[in-house]
């Protein structure tokens, strides 16, 4: 069995998840150690995620939306309101 099959099969048994498997090729270390550090800090950051999301998730706040890297392109406005228009809602009064 090969190496990355070997770490996947660990990760699975010691219940890490996907993450440590599927990030650990990326990690840049100066030696043993810093790897180590760098591998557990990356698990820990990926829990700690996960964990708010799914506290969020549970808490069933309203969904906040904005405009932030909506795309305009597939919609329709009318030539007579500017997109800060609509996003503003000027055009309604």
Known sequence: MNSDMLIKQYCKELRFGKNIY???SKIRATDYADF???LL???????????KNRNL???GFDVIKTFEGY?????QIPKSISIEELKTGVFIA
Do not use: P
């Open 22 to 24: 599927e990030s650990y």
């Open 36 to 38: 180590l550090a760098q």
């Open 41 to 51: 800090k990356m698990e820990i950051d990926h829990r700690e995620l996960v964990r």
């Open 57 to 59: 998730k549970f808490a």
């Open 71 to 75: 795309e305009f392109g597939d919609i």
